[in-house]
């Protein structure tokens, strides 16, 4: 299977709760933006599932609009704090399909693809807005992911 991170695109910093931050004009740029490289590379995975928190959300329905006709789930153990465990834990429902695409956020990112690729540091990574991460994993077990590729938002 293949595991797709792709971290929300930039949203406002000025909002009542973090929860409910929306992306800005950028970031609706940026995740148009993804979509179509997504496109354009013939990458349409089998299932999105995004974090609750609102630009998220937008991020994926976003990029899943663009790749044709599909929907993005919510689930909530995408929201920000995700520890890596509990996202291998998470992501054996959908092992089945051959290509998951998950829409959140950091630190949690840079964490779970540093346990999977068994990295002693998740510090050595650094998923900014709207990068795209692919891992190849048999087993979905702390150090068997392979990285495929990292793309930062400013190369699609």
């Known amino acids: 299977m293949v595991l797709f991170f792709l971290r929300h695109a930039e949203a406002e ?3 009542d709760t973090d929860f409910a931050r929306k992306l800005t004009s950028k970031g609706v740029d940026q995740a148009e933006k993804a979509g179509k490289f ?3 590379l013939g990458i349409v995975p089998d299932v999105i599932l995004t974090s609750p928190l609102v630009r998220a959300r937008q991020t994926a329905k976003i ?12 689930v909530p153990w995408l929201a920000a704090g995700m520890a890596p465990e509990t996202y291998l834990k998470e992501i054996q429902d959908y ?4 290509s998951v695409m998950v829409v959140g956020h950091e630190p949690d990112f840079s964490e779970t693809i540093a346990y999977l ?15 795209l991460t692919a891992i190849q994993v048999g087993q979905i077990e ?3 992911g392979q990285l495929q590729f990292l793309v930062p938002a400013r190369l699609m």
């Open 38 to 40: 997504l496109l354009r």
């Open 13 to 15: 910093r000025d909002a």
């Open 95 to 98: 092992s089945k399909n051959e």
């Open 142 to 144: 702390p150090g068997k």
């Open 117 to 131: 690729l068994g990295l002693p540091d998740p510090d050595a990574l650094k998923i900014r807005k709207t990068s």
């Open 63 to 74: 990029v899943a609009d663009r790749l044709g006709d599909m929907e993005a789930t919510e």
